[in-house]
């Protein structure tokens, strides 16, 4: 695959050498710009949290800088490196060397590591020995054989607790039938659970019409739902009922000015509705769909009254004087109590047309 996409120059003749040779360049390319001082460029990983000097930001384990790369000495045989690269939040250098005989990292200069020790114990790790100690055993055969006590002392402390583990394992699955039972029965009631929760679920998207997921309550769902304030029922029924016995073509609200209504206005407003309400054979075919009250309310009936001619004076009266045409009912004091039977707002029956004429 190196031959693809590589560009050959018309002059280049294969005993020229490599095509790099030829036109001057280091394979590595941009890379070894540096390469005359002993310097490479390199893909360089953070071994360890460290806090940046310059800019005092914490930078984590595991961010890649491009670094130079140098050698600088030499432990025994094993080389000693120097990595150097900039801070990518500020301009501050940082310079990291390998530590061969601790097999560790030193900041040298630029940066602070963030101290972070603990014992093997607390980590589960295999405790590695340290460099004298390995010395010793190399060279000292009495600190040998009783290194090999304590390792075997180590190792009868640590028996018990190995056998117990694998107590515990063979008494979970002495009997697998009756374990897959258990396991078995476990899942049947999660699957219940899961399935109630489906149904539901599924219940109020047809309720409600929704095409999307429905996710289990939460907490904050609760509190959310606590929050919201809903209106006034008896507002609520009185708007139905308003919208419900109100014509087809409604008359043109009435500007802010007007808006207060006097009481003989409501008066009215009421009396309309309820008379529409008892009147409307459409309305009295529906009535499961109206609000039901639960407390009787004032209902103002209007009465109207017939005119009559008189002959002797060739003029109109009222055929009920002494009555009053409006007869407030729901317990108010003073007022004449209404039939059983609703007197409608207009006659439709009454007509001058059977009137003698003058």
Same mark, same amino acid.
């Given at each position: 695959?190196?031959?693809?996409?590589?560009?050959?120059?018309?002059?280049?003749?294969?005993?020229?050498?490599?095509?790099?040779?030829?036109?001057?360049?280091?394979?590595?390319?941009?890379?070894?710009?540096?390469?005359?001082?002993?310097?490479?460029?390199?893909?360089?990983?953070?071994?360890? !949290?460290?806090?940046?000097?310059?800019?005092? !930001?914490?930078?984590?384990?595991?961010?890649?800088?491009?670094?130079?790369?140098?050698?600088?000495?030499?432990?025994?045989?094993?080389?000693?490196?120097?990595?150097?690269?900039?801070?990518?939040?500020?301009?501050?250098?940082?310079?990291?060397?390998?530590?061969? =005989?601790?097999?560790?990292?030193?900041?040298?200069?630029?940066?602070?590591?963030?101290?972070?020790?603990?014992?093997?114990?607390?980590?589960?790790?295999?405790?590695?020995?340290?460099?004298?100690?390995?010395?010793?055993?190399?060279?000292?055969?009495?600190?040998?054989?009783?290194?090999?006590?304590?390792?075997?002392?180590?190792?009868?402390?640590?028996?018990?607790?190995?056998?117990?583990?694998?107590?515990?394992?063979?008494?979970?699955?002495?009997?697998?039938?009756?374990?897959?039972?258990?396991?078995?029965?476990?899942?049947?009631?999660?699957?219940?659970?899961?399935?109630?929760?489906?149904?539901?679920?599924?219940?109020?998207?047809? =309720?409600?019409?929704?095409?999307?997921?429905?996710?289990?309550?939460?907490?904050?769902?609760?509190?959310?739902?606590?929050?919201?304030?809903?209106?006034?029922?008896?507002?609520?029924?009185?708007?139905?009922?308003? =919208?419900?016995?109100?014509?087809?073509?409604?008359?043109?609200?009435?500007?802010?000015?007007?808006?207060?209504?006097?009481?003989?206005?409501?008066?009215?407003?009421?009396?309309?509705?309820?008379?529409?309400?008892?009147?409307?054979?459409?309305?009295?075919?529906?009535?499961?769909?109206?609000?039901?009250?639960?407390? =009787?309310?004032?209902?103002?009936?209007?009465?109207?009254?017939?005119?009559?001619?008189?002959?002797?004076?060739?003029?109109?009266?009222?055929?009920?004087?002494?009555?009053?045409?409006?007869?407030?009912?729901?317990?108010?004091?003073?007022?004449?109590?209404?039939?059983?039977?609703?007197?409608?707002?207009?006659?439709?029956?009454?007509?001058?047309?059977?009137?003698?004429?003058?």
């Amino acid at each position: 695959m190196q031959p693809f996409n590589k560009y050959y120059p018309p002059d280049w003749t294969p005993d020229k050498g490599s095509v790099n040779k030829h036109v001057g360049k280091h394979p590595l390319g941009d890379r070894a710009r540096k390469l005359d001082q002993g310097i490479l460029v390199v893909r360089f990983e953070l071994p360890f !949290n460290i806090w940046c000097t310059g800019c005092e !930001n914490h930078i984590g384990r595991g961010v890649r800088y491009n670094a130079e790369k140098k050698k600088i000495g030499n432990y025994y045989s094993t080389p000693i490196l120097q990595f150097r690269m900039k801070c990518h939040l500020c301009s501050n250098w940082i310079e990291i060397h390998t530590d061969p =005989k601790n097999t560790d990292y030193k900041v040298v200069s630029g940066a602070r590591k963030k101290v972070e020790e603990w014992e093997p114990e607390d980590t589960e790790v295999i405790k590695l020995k340290d460099e004298e100690t390995k010395e010793r055993l190399e060279s000292d055969a009495m600190f040998r054989l009783e290194h090999g006590v304590m390792d075997q002392q180590v190792e009868k402390e640590s028996v018990p607790v190995l056998t117990q583990l694998q107590q515990l394992q063979n008494s979970s699955w002495s009997d697998p039938y009756t374990r897959s039972q258990q396991l078995r029965r476990k899942f049947r009631e999660q699957k219940k659970k899961g399935k109630a929760l489906e149904e539901e679920a599924d219940r109020i998207r047809d =309720k409600h019409s929704l095409h999307i997921p429905l996710l289990p309550e939460t907490v904050d769902d609760v509190v959310r739902a606590k929050m919201i304030q809903y209106s006034d029922p008896s507002l609520v029924e009185k708007r139905k009922l308003e =919208k419900t016995a109100s014509t087809l073509f409604p008359t043109k609200r009435k500007s802010k000015s007007d808006s207060n209504k006097s009481v003989a206005q409501e008066l009215g407003l009421r009396a309309m509705t309820h008379t529409r309400l008892k009147l409307d054979p459409f309305l009295q075919q529906s009535k499961s769909a109206l609000p039901q009250h639960k407390e =009787k309310e004032d209902i103002a009936i209007v009465k109207p009254s017939k005119k009559r001619r008189l002959p002797s004076q060739g003029g109109y009266t009222d055929n009920n004087n002494d009555s009053s045409n409006i007869h407030h009912g729901g317990g108010i004091p003073g007022a004449q109590q209404p039939n059983d039977k609703v007197q409608p707002l207009v006659s439709y029956g009454s007509s001058d047309s059977d009137e003698p004429d003058e």
